[in-house]
């Protein structure tokens, strides 16, 4: 896997989970700032499952399988969007903890990844 990438995208999504979390503590919803960070953790995801796409086109194998990897490249591309969406459905303080407890999720996520591409960085 693109290691750099992938761990640009872990450390955004903690830092979105951090940004989210403290607005949780305030008991402030996720407002519009919120969703533009939302945006540039899923445009970083995004680019994580094309390139992830691509090397396994270009015939890469990841150490685990590739159906496992594609899944996991899948639920960490939708992890976020679904957070978003479920912090729009509750206006309250716990819309911004979901969407903190999403980035924790996207960040453990990119850990396992790493780890089903072999952990090597090739």
């Known amino acids: 896997m693109f290691v750099t990438l992938t761990v640009t995208l872990a450390v955004a999504a903690l830092l979105l989970a ?3 979390g403290f607005a949780a503590s305030r008991n402030e919803p996720t407002k519009d700032w919120h969703f533009i960070g939302m945006a540039v953790v899923s445009v970083l995801a995004l680019a994580q499952l094309a390139v992830g796409l691509v090397r396994l086109g ?9 159906v496992i990897f594609v899944s996991y490249l899948v639920g960490a591309f939708l992890a976020i969007p679904a957070a978003g969406f479920l912090s729009l459905t509750e206006r309250t303080r716990w819309g ?24 090597n960085g090739a």
């Open 96 to 119: 911004s903890a979901t969407v903190a407890a999403g980035a924790v999720v996207l960040a453990v996520l990119q850990v396992r990844l790493w780890d089903i591409w072999g952990g």
């Open 58 to 66: 270009r015939g890469e194998d990841p150490a685990e399988g590739g």
């Open 18 to 20: 951090a940004w989210c």
